[in-house]
């Protein structure tokens, strides 16, 4: 009797611990957004963690007219020093912790620029998707993807209008 007992208690044991690694897992998931900003002079690309665990990015693809790169700069005819970018492959990973971000690309202009340039940036940017390959500190693979179309939103609008 005493080693049903034990055996039982065991298993009860195993299956406590199981619960508790998921509920570990499930308690520091991250959870990723790639995000848009386009206002008061700044267009950016962001991927956000709006989790509570950390978001460990393995690698950023862009993607243009159906070719990835790895780099922003492959993708947009701009004058690199005009913007900030980033970039996460094999060799340099990125780690997001929870509510923060990683900007992917960024430029803030002067009140000098003109319109028809940040509409430009925006055209740049709107031809071009983005793949993020990311996990959690579990090693649970996580898949973002987002276009970024969403910047020909006020192009449109322009050109529908004259």
């Given at each position: 009797m005493s080693i049903i007992i034990s055996v039982l208690a065991f298993?009860?044991?195993?299956?406590?611990w199981h619960l508790q690694r998921v509920h570990n897992e499930k308690?520091?998931?991250?959870?990723?957004?790639?995000?848009?900003?386009?206002?008061?002079?700044?267009?950016?690309?962001?991927?956000?963690?709006?989790?509570?665990?950390?978001?460990?990015?393995?690698?950023?693809?862009?993607?243009?007219?159906?070719?990835?790169?790895?780099?922003?700069?492959?993708?947009?005819?701009?004058?690199?020093?005009?913007?900030?970018?980033?970039?996460?492959?094999?060799?340099?990973?990125?780690?997001i912790l929870p509510n923060s971000h990683l900007t992917i690309f960024e430029t803030i202009f002067e009140d000098s620029d003109c319109d028809a340039y940040m509409d430009r940036v925006r055209l740049e940017l709107s031809a071009i998707s983005l793949n993020v390959n990311c996990r959690d500190i579990y090693d649970n693979k996580i898949g973002l993807e987002r276009s970024f179309q969403w910047f020909s939103r006020y192009i449109l609008k322009d050109t529908t209008n004259q």
């Open positions: 298993l009860v044991t195993v299956g406590q308690s520091v998931k991250p959870l990723g957004q790639v995000y848009f900003w386009d206002r008061d002079k700044t267009i950016a690309v962001r991927v956000v963690n709006n989790g509570l665990g950390p978001l460990i990015i393995d690698q950023l693809t862009f993607n243009k007219s159906g070719i990835s790169y790895l780099r922003i700069e492959d993708c947009v005819d701009l004058d690199p020093t005009s913007y900030r970018r980033i970039s996460a492959n094999d060799s340099v990973q990125r780690v």
